[in-house]
């Protein structure tokens, strides 16, 4: 099961207050193009992101960017707008 706040392709978010800490994976996962509010730069001291086992933010240019090799579970970028499951 992957976990985090995910924000793809060209997608455009408010991030403040967000709680995502002692996830399965990730915080939060971006790509490049994506907007945030405040910063992406900010975003560590505008959101609870850590104690995550992958980080508190990745930003990834990889095609297939939340690939987990012990699931083989990949979701095309072009099927998401955005997506979020915290704790």
Do not use: K
Request: proline fraction near 6%.
């Amino acid at each position: 099961m992957l976990s985090g706040i995910l924000l793809f392709h060209h997608a455009e978010a408010l991030m403040l207050d967000n709680i995502c800490r002692d996830n399965q994976h990730w915080g939060f996962v971006t790509t490049p193009e994506c907007q945030t509010t405040p910063a992406r730069d900010q975003l560590a001291a505008a959101n609870t992101l850590q104690s995550n086992p992958r980080g508190a933010i990745m930003v990834t240019t990889n095609r297939w960017p939340i690939s987990d090799d012990n699931t083989n579970f990949r979701t095309p970028l072009v099927n998401l707008a955005a997506a979020s499951c915290c704790y």
